[in-house]
């Protein structure tokens, strides 16, 4: 039941994500050139939604730096990790499908090939790949250490360790990890597009290499294993230093 609640919050989370992304970059959408506040308030209400689906049966990680973040402290058990994992990518891949089939007429009608990988996945503004690296590390540390500071504020931790399936189950948790995000993004989310989630961009990804979509060119493997890594050296990370400083 648990890898199910994160096949299917991770679903939710790309479907509005990568939605929103889709309606401001594909041509002849009604929200076509909104911006990026537009596509940051997208990514985070996403989060707050998949969370809010999913939080009480699994914890709703929906997304791999945190299942790992959270291992790495002992506060996830280390033999779900790969099931989890293998959810979260299945979900994003899925979530993505969605995405190109609900702007099915407009992929035709949109040239720039960039904009359709855009829909997808994450690219640098300026491709440094070791400031895209450090950039993906500190957004992802943040919202791992975010995460767990919204758990310990909520008094989960008092009770002996990080309970986010009792926390992300009800009340304002869910919107306020949204609202994380969100801050990620506004703040963070210039250099790289902030995929701060390896099944995020990872999932959406492979869709694209594989989905029909006209003139969509390719699929920038190249740059594709820093959204990967560099989320998972953060998530650790953020996690790492949280319990060093706050001994969970």
Wanted: with cysteine; aromatic share 10%.
């Amino acid at each position: 039941m648990v890898y199910l609640a994160e096949f299917v919050g991770t679903a939710i989370l790309t479907l509005l994500g990568c939605g929103v992304v889709a309606g401001v970059l594909l041509n002849k959408s009604k929200a076509q050139n909104g911006g990026w506040i537009v596509i940051t308030f997208g990514w985070g209400l996403g989060v707050a939604m998949a969370v809010y689906a999913v939080g009480r049966i699994s914890g709703a990680h929906i997304n791999p730096a945190v299942t790992l973040g959270l291992a790495s402290i002992g506060e996830h058990p280390l033999p779900q990790v790969p099931g989890y994992i293998a959810a979260q990518l299945a979900g994003a891949f899925f979530g993505a499908v969605l995405v190109y089939l609900a702007y099915l007429p407009h992929w035709k009608v949109t040239e720039d090939s960039g904009a359709k990988l855009g829909v997808f996945s994450t690219a640098p503004e300026v491709r440094n790949i070791p400031a895209n690296f450090t950039t993906e590390v500190i957004g992802t540390f943040m919202l791992v250490f975010g995460i767990l500071g919204i758990n310990g504020n909520a008094g989960e931790m008092a009770d002996g360790g990080v309970d986010l399936s009792s926390l992300f189950a009800t009340g304002l948790a869910p919107l306020l990890v949204g609202l994380l995000v969100l801050a990620i993004g506004l703040s963070l989310g210039g250099p790289t597009g902030y995929a701060i989630n390896p099944a995020r961009d990872l999932g959406p990804r492979i869709a694209h290499a594989l989905l029909p979509i006209p003139g969509k060119g390719g699929s920038d493997w190249s740059y594709a294993w820093v959204p990967v890594v560099a989320p998972a050296v953060g998530g650790i990370l953020g996690a790492q230093v949280f319990r060093a400083l706050f001994g969970v």
